[in-house]
């Protein structure tokens, strides 16, 4: 089985208001040039560990990864090849904001491989846009789509938030309008959650800003998937729509709990049974990459009960929910011998359905699945 590798490209043009990602304003091109040689550093040393894996699926993620140039873009692909066999037709998805792109651009990248681009679009409200502090228009993510498909892009995915600040359903209803309207063959569907330090959640404690209740964000989260189940798409997971045959194969391999490496400052890995996370200190990051070491900040090896935790939870975030016989296969003992007595609980209340030896999380239930996952942890 091929691996995954995501690599992680922390810089943006400037800090949303909502962000609490790993990603600084970019000071200069320098400092990305600088960045990727430390990536390249990254990936000689990974082979030591991980020779020998085929990559499956790429994935530049961030940030804004589309500030690479198609030069920076290559010379990271270039070292990739040189350390790891890539499998032929391997997804390679960069994640790009609108605004970043040019018709020359993404001819460069299609000629370096890059086949898919998830496109951070957000909203469809250019008040909110503003509001959000994102640095591109509505007309902007619309000539983005325009000239990635006159590129020859043809798997092309936008990220949009629900429950903004003071954000109606008819709002929302608009922007999931417009976006199905430009059929994108991919949506990743989150609700706005503001973690520690943001701009936005600063405000927040300071009770200046107002958010949508549960209530709301159920409604909205409930019109996503109509809308998008009657423009042909498949709900494959609690966050995620796709057109037929256009799933994210990257994504699919943490859900199946599939082997993936990250590399890049603060990225996770999990593989050889072992999840990884990466220094997250710029300084940290690069030290250890100039002592000749991965810059691992953490590493955990899963006992077998929390990998078969992660293998249940994982698994029921997606509408193909968990293969019983895989269970087997993986840890040589049934489902129902390790969670018997939760497994029934559900199925008897019909939060999870059986079909066909899998376990389903019954979709009504996906905006509480964090709640009926504690049953598996
Ligand atoms: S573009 Fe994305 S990663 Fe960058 S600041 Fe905005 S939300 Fe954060």
Excluded at 125 to 138: A, C, Q
């Amino acid at each position: 089985m091929g691996i995954g590798l995501y690599l992680h490209i922390p810089f943006c043009w400037k800090k949303c208001h909502y962000c609490d990602f790993l990603s600084f304003p970019l000071s200069s091109r320098e400092t990305l040039h600088h960045y990727v040689q430390y990536l390249k550093k990254e990936i000689k040393l990974w082979t030591l560990t991980a020779a020998e894996k085929n990559i499956e699926t790429l994935y530049f993620g961030g940030g804004t990864p589309s500030l690479l140039t198609p030069k920076l873009l290559g010379e990271i692909l270039a070292t990739i090849s040189q350390h790891f066999p890539l499998e032929e037709n391997f997804e390679f998805t960069v994640e790009a904001n609108p605004g970043t792109l040019s018709y020359d651009f993404l001819k460069e990248y299609i000629n370096e491989g890059v086949n898919r681009i998830s496109l951070g679009v957000q909203s469809f409200d250019e008040p909110m846009l503003k509001r959000m502090g994102r640095t591109h228009s509505v007309r902007e993510v619309e000539e983005s789509v325009v000239l990635a498909r006159r590129a020859g892009i043809k798997n092309i995915g936008f990220d949009l938030i629900y429950g903004l600040p003071e954000q109606s359903l008819s709002q929302w209803e608009n922007t999931l309008k417009i976006a199905v309207e430009l059929a994108p063959e991919h949506l990743s569907v989150y609700g706005l959650s503001l973690e520690n330090s943001s701009h936005w959640a600063l405000k927040r404690k300071r009770g200046e800003l107002f958010l949508p209740d549960q209530d709301a964000l159920a409604d909205m989260y409930f019109l996503s998937r109509e809308i998008l189940l009657s423009h042909g798409y498949e709900h494959y997971e609690i966050s995620n729509f796709a057109k037929p045959g256009f799933r994210c194969w990257h994504n699919l391999k943490y859900w199946k709990l599939e082997p993936y490496i990250g590399m890049g400052l603060g990225a996770s890995s999990y593989i050889n049974n072992r999840r990884i996370k990466n220094a997250s200190k710029m300084e940290d990051y690069t030290g250890s990459l100039d002592g000749g070491k991965l810059p691992f900040e953490t590493v955990e090896k899963l006992s077998l009960k929390e990998e078969m935790s992660e293998f249940m939870f994982l698994g029921l975030r997606t509408a193909e929910g968990v293969n019983t016989r895989d269970f087997f296969e993986k840890f040589g003992t049934h489902v129902q011998q390790v969670y018997g007595k939760e497994v029934e609980f559900l199925l008897r209340h019909g939060i999870l359905w059986e079909k066909n030896g899998r376990l389903i999380l019954n979709p009504r239930y996906y905006p509480v699945a964090n709640e009926v996952f504690l049953r598996f942890i």
